[in-house]
């Protein structure tokens, strides 16, 4: 399995930017997708994106295209989800997860490795 850890997470204004990061470490010479998902108070955990091995392909949620943009460095065993004009309604614990395949599931429980998360607070 891949052990991964978010950061960058934060308190920013409605329409400011934040950048999370998710470091992954262990059998990292296997190539796995990276999904992000995200989880506020009371309800259940929401998938945002998705990303390929090679960055070559991305699914993204309806309520963040074009504000959210999702990256990977291999090299690093790093991938980024920059988050642009964020909105109160973006509150929520970040989640970073791993699986083997690409495929349109967005189902949480196709992934098999998760990061801790990281708290975004947009204020009003």
């Known amino acids: 399995q891949v052990t991964l850890v978010e950061s960058g997470g934060g308190l920013v204004q409605a329409g400011g930017s934040l950048r999370l990061s998710c470091a992954a470490s262990g059998r990292t010479s296997s190539r796995f997708v990276m999904g992000w998902f995200r989880q506020a108070p009371g309800k259940e955990r929401e998938f945002v994106g998705i990303?390929?091995?090679?960055?070559?392909?991305?699914d993204y949620t309806d309520a963040v295209k074009g504000r959210f943009t999702m990256t990977r460095d291999n090299a690093k065993n790093a991938a980024y989800l920059q988050m642009n004009n964020l909105k109160p309604e973006d509150t929520a614990v970040y989640y970073c997860?791993?699986?083997?395949?690409?495929?349109?599931?967005?189902?949480?429980?196709?992934?098999?490795?998760w990061g801790q998360g990281t708290q975004v607070t947009i204020s009003s």
């Open positions: 990303i390929s091995w090679s960055g070559g392909r991305t």
């Open positions: 997860a791993a699986r083997s395949y690409y495929s349109g599931s967005r189902d949480p429980s196709t992934f098999d490795s």
